[in-house]
Nanobody, 122 residues
Framework: QVQLVESGGGLVQAGGSLRLSCAASGRTLRNYAMGWFRQAPGKERAFVAV????????NYAGSVKGRFTISRDNAKNTVYLQMNSLKPEDTAVYYC???????????????WGQGTQVTVSS
């Protein structure tokens, strides 16, 4: 079992930055690809970014490419999402997830955190 806890969300003005963290316990993250997803009110949970177990491969949703950066520190069992140039449409609950593949579909992930709210004001 892997327990994931997100942190770092909050309220920020458009154009600002936030850094989300996802800390794992129960098992090392070293064997898992790690993804970030987000869910806005009334919408489906959507893929944001994913990073391979080694950190050598990443993939981003088109809407965040060039603004968000995913990274990981396996020694700290933690994954990060650096979010720059934030827009009001980035407002959502952000979830981290662990799974065996570098996947963009939520069904490919085995473990999920509880989410952290990000609100971007205009």
């Amino acid at each position: 079992q892997v327990q994931l806890v997100e942190s770092g969300g909050g309220l920020v003005q458009a154009g600002g930055s936030l850094r989300l963290s996802c800390a794992a316990s129960g098992r090392t993250l070293r064997n898992y690809a790690m993804g970030w997803f987000r869910q806005a009110p009334g919408k489906e949970r959507a893929f944001v970014a994913v990073i391979s177990w080694s950190g050598g491969n990443t993939n981003y949703a088109g809407s965040v490419k060039g603004r968000f950066t995913i990274s990981r520190d396996n020694a700290k069992n933690t994954v990060y999402l650096q979010m720059n140039s934030l827009k009001p449409e980035d407002t959502a609950v952000y979830y981290c997830a662990a799974g065996p593949f570098l996947a963009t579909t939520k069904g490919s992930y085995d473990y999920w955190g509880q989410g952290t709210q990000v609100t971007v004001s205009s």
